[in-house]
T-cell receptor
Framework: QKEVEQNSGPLSVPEGAIASLNCTYS??????FFWYRQYSGKSPELIMS????GDKEDGRFTAQLNKASQYVSLLIRDSQPSDSATYLC???????????FGTGTRLQVFP | EPEVTQTPSHQVTQMGQEVILRCVPI?????FYWYRQILGQKVEFLVS????????KSEIFDDQFSVERPDGSNFTLKIRSTKLEDSAMYFC??????????????FGSGTRLTVV
């Protein structure tokens, strides 16, 4: 069974701090990795994708991938209260169109 | 920005009844998907659809479920005889490409299905 694991949280950080969200996956053949943000009662919204080892930056967000360790993370710099949401890690194994989601980490940014 | 549109936003149905959830994918997208999320649980894959046929389905997608693209714009999920455990948020998604060379999906806003 291919799994994606995340700490459910909540992860509480003060406004302006860096939030670090982590995800591990079981299928070593996984090729594409995604971070989605989901506000309560809403649909997942894609915020980052990463395919190669290393870092990928987009504004305040940085995704990090380490395929050897089967680990992907998301850093949010200068966290804002509006970043408070559940962050879903999703993985695609490359021989299929489906995404396997983790349970998500709830992030709380307090003023 | 193009959107995936889902209707209705909330559907309440009695156990055993048939429901049809509707989605209008982004117009030039070719790959279509249904996912569901039971309250408090993870988003789960149900089915993917390409070139007017199912390309993959999960073990959740049993004979009670079917999908259709009846008119080239709508993409529907039918549940033939709903059970209490079908209560969930159902998300439609679409993408321009599939397989390994893609950038994820655009999800619709979801339909909350409540079976009573």
């Amino acid at each position: 069974q291919k799994e994606v694991e995340q700490n459910s949280g909540p992860l509480s950080v003060p406004e302006g701090a860096i939030a670090s969200l982590n995800c591990t996956y079981s299928d070593r053949g996984s090729q594409s990795f995604f971070w989605y943000r989901q506000y309560s009662g809403k649909s997942p919204e894609l915020i980052m994708s990463i395919y190669s080892n290393g870092d990928k930056e987009d504004g305040r967000f940085t995704a990090q991938l380490n395929k050897a360790s089967q680990y992907v993370s998301l850093l949010i710099r200068d966290s804002q209260p509006s970043d408070s949401a559940t962050y879903l890690c999703a993985v695609n194994t490359g021989n299929t169109d489906k995404l396997i989601f983790g349970t998500g980490t709830r992030l709380q940014v307090f003023p | 920005e193009p959107e995936v549109t889902q209707t209705p936003s909330h559907q309440v149905t009695q156990m055993g009844q048939e429901v049809i959830l509707r989605c209008v994918p982004i117009s030039n997208h070719l790959y279509f998907y249904w996912y569901r999320q039971i309250l408090g649980q993870k988003v789960e894959f149900l089915v993917s659809f390409y070139n007017n046929e199912i390309s993959e389905k999960s073990e959740i997608f049993d004979d009670q479920f079917s999908v259709e693209r009846p008119d080239g714009s709508n993409f529907t999920l039918k549940i033939r005889s709903t059970k209490l455990e079908d209560s969930a948020m159902y998300f439609c998604a679409s993408s321009l490409v599939g397989g390994g060379d893609w950038n994820g999906y655009t999800f619709g806003s979801g339909t909350r299905l409540t079976v009573v």
